[in-house]
């Protein structure tokens, strides 16, 4: 079967947008299925930085099929300013299909995310303010609005007006913020629709009728496996599902369909925002980390808590996703050091962890089990063949296959499409 997918095994910006984009170079089409505007993932073109969020990474082709999922929730406001930014650049979205069932993130979901996290002080999850929480709290709760009802303006009128309503009262009487405006709310989402109008179909119909005549599909993962709604660090995740899994149930597709998943590895860790990070280096190791990988946030600019590579995450995201292959990420960003540890095993109250502990508060207490490996103190951005990488830079990345026991399919040394040393060919 000829459908593949690239999942985060870590806590985000692993790099899936550039294995997404190399791949895609390949595939006919590119579907997201989770996740929304939270989302920014960042591809290179010609040494042109594209900071993709909602549209998927397939877009910078212009002769593949890229879709928008059911699962993925939609702020128009975004796509629409993405689009735009996207003709700019004289490129074009003609190609681009949304899923009539998304649902539409809402001024409200922004208003309501922000008053949460404010209200939470201390104890904030530090989202990033995109109403994405709100919006899927929504679906759940069965009071969300679908792309579809955008087409059916006394369902949407019925439904903004319960919305607005409801979330007025929250917002003014529980969290004392401002409230949002009924009129100005319609007459925006009126103008999104009509804008949107071109785009908007039965995704679940064209996913299946690619797949079933085989052509070459591609499900690209947004956020990553620790910040599974689910089996993620719990409350500190997203409020969707970027596991393999979720894939199925957001995209419209049979889980037989899903095969070919790379889980994307980032040579070392980052997280971006609160909760438990059992590798993270505050210290002189994390700043080098941040500054030699430039690790700040591409939708919010904020420094990205840095630390040792955990394969107790990985090996953890290789089960939950059954990975077939590792793409290694930045792996060039580590270049410059003499020594570098890898997290191989938990220990709780002196005794070996089993798998990854859903209480946080073990979580934290987890001491890391380290293995120093040699590092190659060479630049290695210019190498494209793997047996040329130098000794140390093979021996550190067959390592992550040997505890993870999952294959290298693709090791990444820069962020350019040739950057790249493809170990499996998938389609
Ligand atoms: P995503 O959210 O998983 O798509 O990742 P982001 O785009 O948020 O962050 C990854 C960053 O690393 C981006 O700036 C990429 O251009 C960059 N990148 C991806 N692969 C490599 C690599 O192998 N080496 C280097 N130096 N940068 C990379
Ligand atoms: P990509 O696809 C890194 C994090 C936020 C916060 C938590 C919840 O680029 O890898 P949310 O706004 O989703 O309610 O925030 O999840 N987060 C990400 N961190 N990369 C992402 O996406 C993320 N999307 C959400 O920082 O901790
Ligand atoms: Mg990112």
Redesign the pocket.
């Known amino acids: 079967m000829a459908t593949s997918m690239v999942i985060?095994t870590q806590w985000?910006?692993?790099?899936?947008?550039?294995i997404v984009d190399c791949l895609a170079e390949r595939a006919d089409v590119v579907v997201r299925s989770q996740g929304g505007n939270n989302?920014?993932?960042?591809?290179?073109v010609d040494d042109k930085?594209f900071a993709l969020r909602l549209l998927p990474s397939g877009i910078l082709y212009d002769n593949k099929t890229n879709i928008i999922g059911t699962g993925v929730v939609i702020d128009p406001k975004v796509l629409l300013g993405e689009i735009a930014g996207l003709e700019k650049e004289g490129k074009s979205a003609k190609t681009l299909k949304i899923s009539d069932r998304a649902h539409l993130i809402m001024p409200y979901h922004i208003a309501l995310d922000t008053a949460e996290e404010a209200s939470k002080g201390d104890a904030k999850i530090g989202t990033t303010k995109n109403g994405i929480g709100p919006c899927y709290a929504d679906k759940i709760n069965r009071i969300g609005i679908r792309v579809c009802d955008l087409y059916d303006m006394d369902v949407f009128k019925e439904k903004l007006a319960y919305n607005v309503e409801f979330k007025n009262k929250i917002l003014r009487n529980v969290y004392g913020a401002d409230g949002v405006n009924y009129d100005e709310i319609l007459v925006d989402y009126i103008n999104y629709a009509e804008a949107l109008k071109p785009y908007v179909t039965d995704t679940n119909i064209a996913l299946l009728k690619a797949v079933k005549a085989d052509k070459k599909v591609l499900f690209e993962g947004a956020q990553a496996t620790m910040l599974d709604l689910d089996h993620g660090t719990y409350p500190f995740v997203t409020s969707s599902h970027p596991i393999a899994g979720g894939a199925s149930t957001g995209a419209g597709i049979g889980p037989n369909y899903l095969k070919n998943i790379f889980g994307?590895v980032k040579a070392y860790a980052t997280r971006v925002g609160a909760g438990p990070f059992p590798t993270e280096q505050l210290n002189e190791i994390g700043e080098n980390l941040r500054n030699l990988?430039h690790e700040f946030g591409?939708v919010t600019g904020r420094p990205r808590r840095t630390g040792w590579l955990d394969l107790m995450v990985v090996k953890y995201a290789a089960g939950l996703n059954s990975l077939d292959y590792l793409a290694i990420?930045?792996?060039?960003?580590l270049d410059s050091f003499k020594e570098l540890k890898i997290c191989v095993g938990y220990k709780l109250n002196g005794k070996d962890v089993e798998g990854f502990p859903a209480d946080l508060k073990d979580l934290e207490a987890c001491e890391p089990v380290y293995e120093t490996l040699p590092g190659w103190e060479t630049d290695i951005s210019g190498i494209r063949e793997y047996d040329k990488l130098p000794e140390n830079a093979r021996q550190y990345v067959e390592r992550i296959a040997e505890v993870t026991g999952v294959p290298l399919g693709i090791v990444?040394?820069?962020?350019n499409r040739n950057?790249t040393i493809d170990l499996v060919k998938i389609f």
């Open positions: 985060g985000g910006d692993e790099g899936k947008g550039k989302a920014g993932h960042t591809v290179v930085a994307v990988g591409t990420t930045r792996l060039d960003i990444s040394v820069g962020p950057q």
